[in-house]
């Protein structure tokens, strides 16, 4: 029998990085990827596999019962991967409300549907929520998250996304669900959104504009190649043990300024342009409200227990990166035409 596994947001930045690499990989699964195409959702992301024989796009709201209902109910699912939300914090301030809708509304409904079709017959079926270090809260100069630190949300991004985790993990001990949770440091790579730090400035350095860093660019986070991600998220679907949490991430802190920096010297050589040229669109805007300190993950557990280590250099990835949005110009251009201008002028204006 093939297996049938739902991707909920597989029209997203990591989602579809998770989408195209089951889809190569797994030529005996059927993949369907459940995505409402928000703003952030993009089937051009996925144009290269959006023919594969093992392979189905359904436009579809996870909030929307009727609609989960249905697809629970014309596939045989026996694994959920659930990778939609939204995910950009500086949205969550300003527009709480769909953070709450879609990152728990959105999985309830999904777990009341995968609890009422797999009827307590969870033989070969599982779960898997796709999570955030972000529910751990801030850390100071010193110590990593593991997966026992208590949660701590601080944004209406990271407390919706710690509420789903609690979700997930009630269902798993009321009811018996099959579930796995994977907590992930921030993600970089081809296809993320401009309204993310990286492809922001990656956006603005090309076109000679202000790169904006919040506050002093004293924040810390802990980035990780996208594919990285996507193979820890294969790993784990495969091999995690039900009821777990796996943590995973780069051990790679960086400063936000020192990030920004090696940015614009890499920018610098790919637009023949002088070293240092880049650097003078560094401009310090008003800082975020709340904004967390320094996030890093402790991610011995998925490396001893599953094997798995980051493959790629930050210089090396952030390279590749750049490469991706230089040679992706209309993937770029399509989005900052769109309404992306607007969501840019109302977040940066006053700052
Ligand atoms: P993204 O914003 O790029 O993509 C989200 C996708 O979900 C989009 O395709 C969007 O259309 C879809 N979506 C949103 N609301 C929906 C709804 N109601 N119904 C159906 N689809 C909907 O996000 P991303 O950065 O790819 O993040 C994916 C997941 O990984 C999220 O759960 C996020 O919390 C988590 N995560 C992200 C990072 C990161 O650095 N980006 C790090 C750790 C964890
Ligand atoms: P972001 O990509 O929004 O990810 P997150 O807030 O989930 O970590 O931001 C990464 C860091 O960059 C964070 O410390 C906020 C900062 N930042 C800026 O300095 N300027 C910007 O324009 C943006 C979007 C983020």
Redo the contacts with the bound molecule.
């Keep these: 029998m093939r297996k049938t596994i739902l991707i909920?947001?597989?029209?997203?930045?990591?989602?579809?990085h998770v989408v195209r690499r089951f889809v190569k990989n797994y030529p005996e699964y059927n993949i369907l990827n459940?995505?409402?195409?928000?703003?952030?959702?993009?089937l051009e992301n996925l144009i290269d596999i959006e023919k594969s024989l093992n392979y189905k796009f359904i436009k579809?709201?996870?909030?929307?019962e009727v609609v989960v209902e249905k697809v629970f109910n014309d596939f045989p699912i026996d694994g959920v991967i659930?990778?939609?939300?939204?995910?950009?914090v500086d949205r969550s301030i300003s527009d709480p409300m769909?953070f709450i809708?879609?990152?728990i509304l959105?999985t309830v409904v999904l777990l009341n549907a995968a609890k009422q079709h797999w009827k307590g017959n969870f033989e070969g079926k599982l779960f898997y929520h796709?999570?955030?270090?972000?529910v751990y809260g801030s850390l100071g100069d010193e110590g990593l998250f593991t997966e026992e630190t208590a949660y701590d949300p601080r944004s209406p991004?990271s407390a919706s996304?710690a509420s789903s985790d609690h979700l997930v993990r009630a269902y798993h001990h009321t009811y018996g669900l099959p579930v796995v949770i994977s907590?992930?440091?921030?993600?970089?790579g081809p296809?993320?959104?401009p309204e993310?730090f990286i492809p922001l400035a990656i956006n603005n350095i090309k076109n000679g504009k202000p790169i904006p860093v919040y506050g002093k660019g004293e924040n810390v986070r802990d980035w990780?190649y996208?594919e990285d991600?996507a193979a820890a998220i294969d790993l784990i679907f495969h091999k995690g043990e039900p009821g777990d949490t796996y943590n995973?991430g780069g051990n790679n802190e960086w400063k936000n300024i020192d990030l920004i920096k090696l940015l614009c010297t890499i920018m610098d050589t790919k637009l023949n342009r002088a070293t240092g040229e880049s650097e003078k669109l560094i401009t310090y805007v008003k800082d975020r409200a709340g904004h967390d300190l320094r996030y890093a993950i402790d991610s011995t557990k998925l490396q001893k227990e599953l094997g798995w280590t980051p493959s790629l250099q930050f210089e090396e990835g952030l390279t590749k990166t750049v490469d991706w949005y230089l040679s992706n110009q209309k993937w770029l251009d399509d989005i900052v035409s769109g309404n992306y201008q607007q969501y840019y002028n109302e977040q940066y204006q006053n700052r």
């Design positions: 909920t947001g597989g029209a997203g930045f990591i989602g579809s459940l995505d409402a195409l928000t703003y952030a959702g993009n579809g709201d996870i909030t929307d659930h990778l939609a939300a939204e995910s950009h769909a809708k879609t990152n959105g796709i999570s955030t270090d972000e991004y996304k907590n992930c440091s921030n993600n970089y296809n993320h959104f993310k990780l996208v991600h995973i």
